[in-house]
């Protein structure tokens, strides 16, 4: 078998730490699969006085597959040279560089930690995991935009587009994901108003001819967005445009109760996967070994599975996570009453044990 790559970009703020961390279990699962680390965010900024260095894109350029850390330093610092635009200079950056196309984010709900979702029990009842599929090329981000002033008013204009092909790509990519899971796709769009919604529904509906195994249903987005709230255990895999996804995977994300928890990956068209936790660089508890691994460890699992073909050792460091909850070890940001706090460190030398055993 060839030699598999991975480049490791840790970037700023709690990355470096719950990358250091998750490395540590990639060795314990596959130490045959080779990492190299660039530099990225504010990390490359102080080294090469750029937030995305050409060495870092020649790494990825090579690589398997990426796994990201975050980017970006406190808030109130964002007027330094160091943090200027950070996040658009380097993630943005590095998701046009790949030309990302899918987003895949899971919100997986632990019978463990049930009490410390903003739902109520019983709403959970039922609950596993919600996979949210956005697409990621088209819709109001990157049509045309203008802002412009008559009269005595001012004026700004979006255009969201959509054109057959993109829809035809994505709906492909969410049937042949729901086909691997339960068989049951959500797609939602606002076809009782939007011309681009209306192409997207036609599409998918004729995409899914070709799986006869997936039942598709529809579902517009004000209602989606209310169902994830009201009966989050009624969906599996959810696929929706750009904009709608951007806003639903973030609710969707909070139903578990911890951003620290919550994985992502994307792919481009030709298959290459960037691997990232949702959240952000956390300044605020970063260096303080505070922060939670578990979301740059199920990227790290999706890693695995999806670009490197390791679908055992995928469910190993999940089961192992698992397991660590089931145990009562927590890291702040998901501590309950009754249970054992622990470190960022803490945390994963327990899921290693149980990887070691
Ligand atoms: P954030 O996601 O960094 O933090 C929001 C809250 O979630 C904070 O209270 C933080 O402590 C908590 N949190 C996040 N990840 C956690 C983890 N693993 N464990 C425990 N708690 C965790 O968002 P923010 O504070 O709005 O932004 C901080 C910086 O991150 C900014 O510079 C922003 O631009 C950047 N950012 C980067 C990315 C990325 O790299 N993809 C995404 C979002 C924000």
């Not at 899971?181 to 606002?190: A, I």
């Not at 997207?200 to 209310?226: E, I």
């Not at 249970?339 to 990887?355: D, P, R, S």
Request: hydrophobic share 40%; glycine share 8%; aromatic share 6%.
């Amino acid at each position: 078998m060839s030699e598999k790559m991975i480049a490791v970009l840790p970037g700023d703020g709690i990355g470096p730490e719950v990358m250091a961390q998750t490395l540590r279990v990639l060795e314990c699962v596959a130490p045959e699969v080779q990492t190299q680390h660039g530099l990225i965010g504010g990390a490359a900024y102080v080294e090469h006085a750029t937030h995305f260095p050409d060495e870092t894109k020649r790494l990825i350029d090579d690589a398997d597959a990426v796994l990201f850390g975050s980017v970006g330093g406190p808030v109130e610092h964002s007027d330094q040279p160091k943090w200027r635009n950070c996040e658009v200079n380097s993630i943005l950056a590095l998701r046009n560089h790949l030309n990302l196309s899918v987003n895949y984010r899971p919100a997986k709900f632990y019978p463990a930690l049930q009490n410390i979702s903003p739902l109520k029990n019983s709403r959970l009842a039922g609950c596993d995991e919600i996979l949210i599929l956005r697409e990621l090329l088209g819709d109001i981000y990157f049509g045309e935009k203008k802002t412009w002033h008559e009269q005595d008013n001012t004026y700004a204009q979006d255009t969201a587009n959509y054109d057959a092909k993109l829809i035809e790509h994505m709906a492909h990519q969410a049937f042949q994901t729901a086909e691997k899971r339960s068989g049951k796709l959500t797609s939602v769009d606002k076809a009782n108003v939007l011309d681009t919604s209306k192409l997207w529904r036609q599409v998918f509906d004729q995409v899914a001819t070709d799986y006869p195994n997936v039942v598709l249903s529809h579902m517009l987005v004000d209602n989606c967005a209310m169902q994830l709230i009201l009966n989050p255990a009624q969906f599996d895999v959810i696929a929706t445009g750009n904009l709608f996804g951007d806003i639903l995977s973030d609710a969707a994300s909070a139903l578990p109760g911890s951003l620290g928890m919550m994985p992502s990956a994307s792919f481009s068209r030709d298959g290459k996967g960037l691997y990232e936790p949702s959240g952000g660089s956390a300044p605020d508890i970063a260096g303080q070994d505070k922060a939670n691994p578990m979301a740059q460890l199920l990227s790290l699992a999706m890693l695995l599975r999806h670009s490197l073909n390791m679908n055992q050792q995928a469910e190993a460091i999940e089961h192992a996570i698992e397991e660590t909850l089931n145990q009562g070890f927590r890291t702040a940001d998901i501590m309950q009453d009754g249970c054992h706090l622990v470190g960022t460190t803490a945390f994963t030398n327990q899921i290693i044990q149980i990887l070691m055993t």
